[in-house]
């Protein structure tokens, strides 16, 4: 009997976990925040609060007498956050910069199948079509806004690595493109002239790269180009360096052909439209999508290998500190056993003694998650970093550690108190007085 | 080893503690196997295999490629044994999601690899066979492909000339990757050269090649022919990189990101708080024993051996928890690596990842035992006994 009791009581308490944790991940910040608050008014208002708050007081006063084991709860809640929030926000930095390099006013026009534009190539008269098809927002000339584009990849080395290779893509781009894409602003130079070896480099491929300084000359294919401007748009397409469309065909041989075409539309309404017209067009076989499709798309894979790797890795971690929590919440009951069937003996109900060492866990636990996602916070955010891209190119990110990651990482920090902190606080309530009164 | 029996017993003194140590040492190591294991599938430099190889790349960038009359060229230079080429093709099965690892290789690329083991008949069917392709087993497997089966496979790049960017192709081979091969070589998929240049819609691309692999006659030549390779098309319009296989393959993965750093940061974290989550789990045991350690000492046990016996504890606790996580991870990671349908190209736990943890396991455990080993080996009798 005792023993079906016991499971009975186990599985009953497997079952609060696993319903907290749930209801824990779906629950929004204000629900938090007021069952916080309820509990505040409850411990202020009833006597079972009044109670819970003495002995939680009690307990707290105690946790400078039991440092070493509490920082154990502190430190390892702080690095299980610190890692998780680290790896999401590289993750979020990485599908914020290329979801914000794209818009639902502008079009990507690609060879069919390409996936990416340095797979794809349109010959001119492919390009002209795409230019005049319905759609496409005119300037007050009544020239369409349209920007034939080519990619090429060159090999620069990384600052403060010499030796080392880097793929920085290269951009060809026509004079329309100020119109296109607004988003991008100088701020060091000028523009390059068309049909000159000018440059402008990207404000993240300048920080990374070696040489592209303005009035620095660099080689590509054999030539030497000249950085003119830095130019600044906070998205992906500062990794890259542009020049004039032109230029860069004749540099690399590409005759009059171009990779891809990009258009200014009427408005984001005008994409279906000028999609179907390029669609019906028998002399084109092309794949058509808004910029913010097209630039999204590319960062799917790596965020969701990133944003999986780091929820494994936070998970793996969570349980270590699971146990460590609970190791120490265990000794420290074990250590106030004397003092807990005091209270129990004069009085005290089981709930406030239950309630106030899962409050103590509780907040170890959220001193342990401020300080790791503080940390990270303070280390990572804006940190720069790269990676290869798309167009077999380095793309050039900041981690971004945001209020909502950092609200994530205080979350998972709670709940692995709650976990730490409820068997050991079933067991100081179990506690029989009399044996607990007599030990020591 | 005498004293084995007592330190288990001192080690299993409180169950439930030992119990939740050894699960939270468990999740470390378990992490490290499996985090070391994706390390090793982004280093794939390490193959010993292809120390005698080089690559020969344009100077400018990966995307252009060479003109296929340089073969010729670099086979003359002294120290070369012979020069391979392979194409660049971008296939994708069905879905745009079911990348291939595709090449267009010249005929003697398969003589070049040896790690690439294919049966003899097969690399006759090969050599013999206009459309065939000689496929990795585990790439064969994941699409279910046989030797016989007609495959079409799409580039992104190349369409063919008549207008269609579907290449038909007969699976001619199957090839294993030999042991100690880079990892994901056996990931690929080999076709003729010839047939690239006849059936490509672009005809320049016909006439060159993306790269060259040269085979060495001895692997310490290799700085003066990569040198003499880079002096041939030297101020020509196709300036050429020469540099050792590991060293391409080790700066193609660095591109990726600095995995091995990030790898070592998470681990940096995890050991720290492991340290001293067990180096408190110690110092409580061994306060709590003060007592027994005291009467071990009255009964003539010295200072040494009480101070190598707490040692030992630390040690057999991290060993039990770090085995028995590495064994773990031993399970997990090829699990996953099938998971992820050959997106993740894990390798399984090698003997160097099993060392190092190991190794770690010893230091971690003298490291945590070290300090209430001391205090022990200080204890004084009389205060000990009298509970001072």
Partial sequence: ?440 | MKYLHLIWAALFRRKARTFFTLISILAAFLLFGMLDATRAAFSSGDSVIGVDRLVTTSRYSIIQSLPSSLGGRIAAVPGVATVASANWFGGIYQDPKNFVLSFAVSDNFLDVYREIELPADQRKAFDATRTGAVVGEPLAKRFGWKVGDKIPLQSTIFPQRNGDKTWPFDIVGIYKAAPGAANGTDQQFFFHHKYFQEANAFQGIGTTVGWYIVKLTSPDKADAVAKAIDALSANSDHETKTQTEQAFNASFAKQLGDIGLIVSAIMGAVFFTLILLTGNTMAQAVRERTNELAVLKTIGFSSRSVLCMVLAEGVLLLLLGGILGLALAGVVVPIVAKGSGGMLNLPPLGAQTWVLGIVLMLIIGALVGLLPAIRAMRLNIVDALAGR
């Fill in chain 1, 1 to 440: 009997m005792t023993f079906l009791k016991k499971l009975g009581s186990g599985l009953l308490t497997l079952l609060i976990v696993a319903v907290f944790l749930a209801v824990w991940i779906a629950l929004p910040w204000p629900a938090i925040v007021a069952a916080a608050v309820l509990l505040a008014l409850w411990m202020t208002f009833t006597r079972r609060g009044r109670q819970t708050w003495e002995v939680t007081k009690v307990g707290l006063a105690t946790v400078t007498q039991r440092l070493g084991s509490s920082s154990v709860v502190v430190v390892g809640i702080a690095g299980v956050v610190g890692v998780l929030v680290a790896m999401l926000a590289m993750s979020e930095g990485f599908a914020e910069t290329l979801r914000s390099t794209g818009n639902d006013q502008t079009a990507i026009v690609l060879r069919g199948g390409s996936q990416a534009e340095l797979n794809s190539i349109l010959d001119r008269d492919s390009a002209n079509v795409v230019i005049q098809a319905p759609g496409v927002k005119k300037d007050a000339q009544g020239k369409p806004i349209a920007s034939g584009e080519l990619v090429v990849v060159a090999n620069l080395p990384k600052k403060d690595v010499p030796d080392s290779d880097s793929n920085v893509p290269i951009r060809g781009v026509s004079e329309d493109v100020w119109n296109l894409r607004g988003q991008v602003k100088m701020v060091e130079g000028r523009k390059f002239k068309p049909g000159l070896r000018e440059l402008i480099v990207g404000k993240g491929a300048s920080a990374q790269f070696e040489g592209l300084e303005v009035g620095k000359s660099i080689r590509l294919a054999g030539q030497t180009w000249t950085v003119v401007g830095i130019f600044d748009s906070g998205d992906a397409l500062e990794s890259e360096l542009w020049g004039d469309t032109q230029s860069v065909a004749s540099a690399y041989r590409r005759g009059s052909s171009v990779q891809s075409v990009t258009v200014l539309l009427d408005s984001p309404k005008a994409f279906d439209t000028f999609k179907a017209s390029l669609a019906a067009d028998p002399r084109l076989k092309v794949d058509v999508s808004t910029t913010r499709e097209y630039f999204g798309k590319q960062s799917e894979g790596l965020t969701k290998v990133l944003r999986a790797v780091g929820i494994t890795v936070g998970i793996i971690m969570a349980i270590g500190a699971v146990f460590g929590a609970l190791n120490t919440m265990f000794a420290a009951i074990q250590a106030r056993a004397r003092e807990i069937a005091t209270l129990r003996a004069i009085g005290f109900r089981g709930l406030p003694v239950v309630v106030s060492i899962m409050l103590e866990t509780m907040l170890l636990a959220l001193l342990g998650g401020l300080i790791g996602a503080g940390i990270v916070w303070v280390i990572f955010n804006g940190y720069t970093a790269s990676t290869l891209g798309a167009n077999f190119s380095q793309v050039v990110f900041r981690f971004h550690v945001s209020a909502g990651l950092l609200w994530t990482g205080i979350k998972w920090a709670l709940a692995i108190g709650f976990i730490g902190g409820l068997f050991p606080a079933l067991r100081a309530a179990r506690l029989p007085v009399t044996t607990a009164l007599r030990e020591l």
